[in-house]
């Protein structure tokens, strides 16, 4: 046996997620858009709704929550993230199908924080409905006046007056705020600037509706509007929320991103990884019917070259994502932290490497709606910053490996 041998119960799921995926979710593909175009763009979209029940009568519900935040069994499927890894990566393949499973960013994150720190009122106001798909969430972390890449930047001001936290702040690319089911966000600001760098921030829980949050506009990814899920920038003016709604206590907001981060990042890279693979195939199948100079583009030496190099950094790529969910499994998240920054560079390049040859390989219809590949090179791209930008994350990567070695930079 095998490090990354399926169990039989992964092996069950992942056959008959594939079958779902076939049955209802690749032949709705234009549906979908076409009733994201009509009307309001912003309200939910129906097919998504009409799928949830057949999603969760299969058992292919909650798929994403491992047993480090979830010990008791009480929310989740209890797979492991080294089980979950290929179940994520096949609903990645289509970048709307995760919520058909209510496996979708940034709820699956958001999910986790409550599932792991959150108080049992906390989990019964907000974590019951968000597991059974009947509201949405979103994160509220990064601003447009700072490098949010480092997270010490943050200036949201979260102070608190009696038995209540009065919040200010302007935020930027809170993904699910657009969406008129988003009824809670999970913010993140200081809530003592004095303290040691890592001690100033912290995360509370904003109702949606509460006076003062305000959706100032919504933001496109390279003219995508993502809707009805969306990113948007939005301000807090004087808002007042409960002192109960503090997660985990002041100046635990660093202690509660690396928990929520970390399993974030492994899905995101799953998720690349279906694309990247769904993106191969779309080129293999375009490569053997389509001819040019007179013989088919696949019995061009480039083009097997470019289908040559994809298949050996896909499988690369799913590998290390795979090591890296077996130590969190296994060491937790962070002693995996290493591992887990490694992927989050690999995984993006990979998958906007391989979507890049596919276009090439179709011409002028990889860059347009005909095909979703313009769609999946939009969000590989995006996916190179968010959670950290690569340098962030070849740093740690650096670290590690002189901590390793036994190198201290300190002394130097």
């Avoid at 069950?12 to 594939?18: G, P, S």
């Avoid at 097997?304 to 994809?310: G, L, P, Q």
Wanted: aromatic content about 6%; proline content about 6%.
């Amino acid at each position: 046996m095998t490090l990354f041998d399926t169990s039989p119960r992964t092996a069950d799921l992942r056959a008959r997620l594939a079958a779902f995926m076939d049955e209802y979710i690749y032949p709705n593909e234009a549906e979908f858009h076409r009733q994201v175009n009509e009307g309001n763009r912003w309200e939910h979209v129906q097919l998504i709704e009409d799928l949830k029940p057949s999603a969760r009568e299969q058992g292919l519900w909650n798929l994403f929550l491992p047993p480090a935040s979830d010990p008791d069994g009480k929310f989740g499927a209890g797979l492991t993230n080294l089980e979950y890894a290929p179940l994520c990566e096949i609903m990645g393949r289509v970048w709307w199908a995760p919520e058909v499973f209510n496996c979708n960013a940034p709820d699956t994150g958001n999910m986790e924080v409550l599932a792991r720190y959150g108080t049992p009122e906390q989990q019964e106001q907000w974590l019951v409905p968000l597991l059974n798909g009947e509201i949405r969430s979103a994160f509220s972390m990064t601003e447009p006046e700072v490098a949010s890449s480092d997270a010490t930047n943050i200036q949201a001001s979260i102070v608190q007056d009696g038995d209540e936290y009065v919040i200010n702040a302007r935020k930027w690319w809170t993904s699910g705020a657009g969406d008129p089911r988003c009824a809670v966000s999970i913010f993140m600001g200081k809530t003592d600037p004095q303290a040691e760098r890592h001690l100033q921030q912290s995360m509370i829980l904003v109702p949606m509706n509460t006076p003062g949050v305000t959706i100032d506009r919504m933001l496109t990814v390279f003219g995508y509007d993502d809707a009805p899920h969306g990113h948007a920038e939005m301000t807090f003016e004087n808002v007042r929320v409960p002192a109960s709604n503090i997660l985990l206590g002041e100046g635990r907001g660093f202690e509660i991103a690396q928990g929520r981060l970390g399993p974030g990042r492994i899905h995101h890279c799953m998720r690349l990884i279906g694309q990247a693979e769904r993106a191969l195939e779309l080129m293999v199948e375009r490569a053997a019917n389509r001819v040019a100079f007179g013989k088919p583009l696949a019995a061009h030496q480039h083009v097997r070259e470019a289908i040559a190099h994809s298949r050996m950094e896909i499988d690369q790529a799913r590998l290390l994502t795979l090591q890296a969910a077996h130590m969190m499994d296994t060491v937790g998240n962070k002693a995996a932290r290493g591992q887990i920054a490694a992927i989050k560079v690999v995984a993006p390049n990979v998958a906007l490497r391989v979507i890049d040859r596919a276009i090439q390989t179709f011409g002028g219809a990889g860059v347009s709606q005909d095909t979703p590949l313009a769609n999946m090179y939009a969000q590989a791209r995006t996916l190179r910053l968010a959670d950290g930008p690569d340098i962030v994350h070849t740093e740690t990567v650096a670290k590690e490996e002189l901590r390793r070695q036994g190198v201290d930079l300190r002394r130097r």
